[in-house]
């Protein structure tokens, strides 16, 4: 399976504002952004419900059908990620269909040991100030840590649009972990919690100046200008989402006899409100609270004649609330998930073959909701009794019960010591998610009136690998191919009227319903790694997605015939060298200088003013950093300078949604959309704590 590990050292090297960013360089992963704290993971093409991101092994459950919501993830707090590119439906059940997204957290203290980190940041564009201090300790068994983070920044600035309203965010995390190990095995208990209070912006401007305006009612018939002063500030606007998210999770690995049993079990709690009324300010537009209750138990039997044999079961029961908002876009819920799975692996000299099969099956159902006028607000009020002529039903109650086989079966052959070759086929399933079945209403922050189709059957793609991977003193070099099929594809299109003009329900928002059919990708990723000397490594990397839209009739069109939001050709060439300076106290220094260049992406789903072409562009990145060490020969405080955008280029990424919010097309400017961030300049200072217990 094409899978990519992520380490320390890259994410600490590179800049980023939040977990996702943090791998998006990464080849074959990209993410959908709102701005500099929201991102959602991408991998060749593929996203959103079909992506499962997952913390320390346990899925991550909000509300990520949302493109406006982020991952409720502690950037601070993740050592490390994997990355499953392809159907990982086998072990991980639906949502899992193009691949697995790991975050991996900072892994407990060795035995004997306590060990901690202090990091403090500043980056220059959005005057982000960040900082974290984690400590934790093992000592007989017994281990435990604890971790603060917090994040703060204005609204992040570039050389056309000037700062940009409605993009600051003020994030509090916090983690704190018991566990007991031994002979045994091990067992975790994990608290998480993420709290961001994150701007939503509108992209609304000046017609004349350009300048970014602001909702101050809510017939919204008049914006002024807003001033300098409240775009350089660090408060939160009274238009924001507040993001919590809870979580409890229990690890346990047993040994029993030479087998092994893992026993996964955990709770979210997923809190959202997006604030829209810009006059009664306290009122959530939206407001979802969601709870999910997630199992996962494997059996490893031991290893015999080269065979491994693993068994299990995982899923989960989750309900969603809805009725205290406002707004209503997607209705109450209710849908347990059950998976089981066995996975086959067996050696054969150089060669190792694997595969695996699972059935899923998702029961869901959702409530009915009627609304009213709330005498004391005017807004829509949530009414269960029984219906009258004042009601407006905006969902029906629906059931239905989704499942399907999923598998793969692979093999790698390790021709030399340093040349591989693998090959996989895989089928991946996933069942619609709450939006594409229910959905019906305004999304606050998206400037969209969204509609789903209760018709839709569960996706499943058919996906082919192919690997190559050569290491030897002097370079490494992987090649990854892939193709990938997917039937009923679910997507999202933008509707028109009868007269040609975009389909308008609610004023100011663009209506969008999703579709269903067929879908090719391919493409791949090659990387090579030149270290003609041991300290010095030139890095080049290329991906490539195409995707066409299969489904009847849409082949034949230009408008039609690509599918909406895929990646252009991406490339990174990096050019490192990496020091010790004994004499001058220097550990882990390096220096690297780096490129990334985009192509065009002209492959769009133009039709109904859904998708618009991206022209190409490249950006210049740099930075330097190292340890500095004391007289033991151990760090005492790591130092970090790097840039993002040096040349202060003017870009639009192809994914990132501002591009399309757009009040005034076809300006005097000559520019649509708002564009991403510019010259970004971070400082990081990272202070290592270890200490040796006594022995009691």
Known sequence: VPIVTVSHDYLTSNLSTNAIDAIAKVPGIRAVTTGPNVSKPFIRGLGYNRILTLYDGIRQEGQQWGDEHGIEVDAYAVDKAEVIKGPASLSYGSDALAGVVNLIPVPSAPEGKMIGNVTMEYQTNNKYL????????????????????????????????????????????????????????????????????QEIPDGSRDSATRAFTKQITEADTVRPIVPASQLNSYSINTIHQHVQHYRAFLNNNF????????????????????????????????????????YDVKYHFAEKNNWNASIGINGMYQENHVEKGTDFIIPSYKQFDFGPFALLKKSIGKLDIAGGLRYDIRSFNNNALYTKPDPATGFGKVYYGPVTAADTAVFNKYSHTFNGFSGSIGATYNFSEKFSMKFNLARGFRAPNIAEISANGVHPGTNIYQIGNDKFQPEFSLQQDLGFVYSSKYAVIQLNLFNNSISNYIYNQKLLAASGQDSVIVAGNQTFKYQSGKAHLYGGELSVDLHPVRALHFENSLSIVYAQN?????????????????????????LRFDFDIKNAGIKHGFVKVQAEYYAAQNRVFTAYGTEKATPGYTLLNAGFGGSLINRNGNPWVSIYILGNNLLNTGYQDHLSRLKYFEPYPGNFTGRNGIYNMGRNISFKLSFPISYNLKKS
């Open 130 to 197: 960040g900082g974290s201090a984690m400590l934790g300790a093992a000592k007989n068994g017994f281990e435990w840590s604890g971790q603060i983070s917090h994040k703060q920044a204005t609204n992040y600035q570039n050389k056309y649009d000037g700062r940009v309203y409605g993009t600051g965010f003020s994030e509090t995390d916090a983690n704190a972990s018991l566990g007991l190990h031994g002979k045994w095995g091990y067992s975790h208990l994990n608290l998480v919690l993420f709290d961001n209070l």
């Open 255 to 294: 040994i029993i006899g030479n087998d092994r049993l893992d026993l996964n079990l955990g709770f979210q709690r997923s809190v959202r409100r997006e604030y829209s009324h810009p006059v009664l300010f306290t009122i959530p537009g939206l407001f979802l609270q969601l709870n999910s209750y997630t």
């Open 550 to 574: 299969k489904s009847a009739g849409a082949k034949d069109a230009d408008s039609t015939r690509y599918l909406p939001f895929i990646p252009p050709v991406h490339g990174v060439s990096e």
